[in-house]
């Protein structure tokens, strides 16, 4: 048998004959549990706020592309709704908009493009609701994103 193997062999013996015969109960240490459990908190705030920032893109993404849309729908249907005929009517003549007004009124709520309205009401809440979100999470976020690219 070669003298190196020899060596490694009569080493190794060594180790587990005392490997074997020390059956003392090794104690873990005392903060063990607490930093496993911190530990796991840990990661549950990290995939909380990795859900919070996915959707906080997300919806920043749906309303940066809903609101000029929807901007640009609302001024084609205000156009084309007639609306500024009856601003520029009741502007001109005053007097007949003053004996007339519930029934200006009745036509110019007629002629409102409600859709328009609605979908562009809709998408600027989104954006104010996102923006909100962002500047009441805005450390938690930074710090999640600091710890992923880091």
Known sequence: MHPFIVLIYRDM??????????????????DLFGR??????REQESRR????????????LTSLIAAPLS???????????GLSYFISAAISDLGTFFVLWPDFGLAMLESLPLMGILAFTISLGISIFTLRLFLHRRSMLFKYLMQSFA
């Open 13 to 30: 013996r060594k180790e587990y004959e005392n490997f074997f015969t020390n059956f003392e109960q090794q104690e873990p240490p005392k």
């Open 49 to 60: 706020t990795k859900r919070l920032l996915f959707g906080f893109l997300t919806l920043l």
């Open 36 to 41: 496993i459990i911190l530990a796991i908190k």
């Open 71 to 81: 901007g640009a729908m609302l001024a084609s249907q205000v156009e084309s709704s």
